[in-house]
């Protein structure tokens, strides 16, 4: 099994870490996008919409998209459950990810952490990425405040794909002080065995 991926990306940490938390061993192709190559035409030969993560297969079968690659991944193990309506809960909360959070935490951590330049519009663009990035973390500690984890009152991949970004936010300016839940979700999370930081790549 092969990942294609860029070491700082957080879409990229969910599948890290859930391979971690599973013991799976893996070769890791790391891709600077920051010099396009994702880009290229070797690797658009294998993902044509050009991002990572990217999983390769040991039969050569190829999927892309972070939380589509979690699903597989979490398939047949605790971390998805099988009752349906505990695994539709899982996958509200992974679409939830994808709509409300991503587009607006990594979305600033990104511009602030590859060297964009913050023009005017840019800047005022980040003040409404946050505003939506502090409505999603609301909606998370509400949620939280009710239970140790998103969904099955258990640990599942719609933890993982929500801690990828949100334990990095404050790389984007985000102030996590104010949302308690939050804070003790993300220490249950990186208490999990098996558990590696961001900065881990390969095994």
Same mark, same amino acid.
């Given at each position: 099994?092969? &990942? ?10 969910k599948?890290?870490?859930?391979l /971690? ?6 070769d890791?192709? $790391? ?8 880009r ?6 294998k993902?044509?919409n050009?991002?990572?993560p ?5 039969d050569?079968?190829? &999927? ?13 193990t605790?971390?998805? $459950?099988?009752? $349906?309506?505990?695994?539709?809960? #899982?996958l509200? @909360? ?13 979305? #600033? !951590?990104? @511009? &602030?952490?590859h +060297?964009?330049e913050?023009?005017?519009w &840019? ?5 409404r990425? !946050?505003?939506? +990035? ?6 998370m ?5 009710? +239970? !140790?984890?998103?969904a099955?009152?258990?640990f ?15 790389? +984007?300016?985000?102030?996590l002080?104010?949302y308690?839940?939050v804070t /003790? @979700?993300?220490?249950r ?9 961001i ?5």
């Amino acid at each position: 099994m092969r &990942l294609y991926d860029d070491p700082c990306s957080g879409n990229g940490y969910k599948v890290r870490l859930i391979l /971690a938390l599973l013991g799976r061993a893996y070769d890791y192709v $790391p891709l600077d996008i920051d010099k396009a190559e994702t880009r290229t035409p070797g690797f658009l030969a294998k993902n044509p919409n050009g991002r990572i993560p990217l999983l390769e297969l040991d039969d050569g079968r190829l &999927l892309p998209e972070s939380n589509a690659i979690l699903h597989y991944l979490a398939d047949g193990t605790p971390f998805l $459950p099988v009752d $349906p309506f505990a695994h539709a809960q #899982v996958l509200q @909360w992974m679409f939830f990810e994808q709509y409300s959070h991503e587009p607006n935490i990594a979305t #600033v !951590r990104f @511009w &602030l952490t590859h +060297g964009v330049e913050m023009t005017p519009w &840019l800047l005022e663009a980040a003040e409404r990425k !946050r505003a939506g +990035g502090y409505a999603a973390l609301g909606v998370m500690d509400a949620h939280l405040s009710q +239970g !140790r984890f998103f969904a099955a009152d258990a640990f599942t991949i719609a933890d993982i794909a929500l801690y990828a970004y949100t334990h990095v936010a404050h790389e +984007g300016g985000y102030d996590l002080s104010g949302y308690p839940a939050v804070t /003790a @979700w993300l220490d249950r999370v990186s208490a999990q065995p098996g558990y590696v930081p961001i900065t881990a790549v390969g095994r």
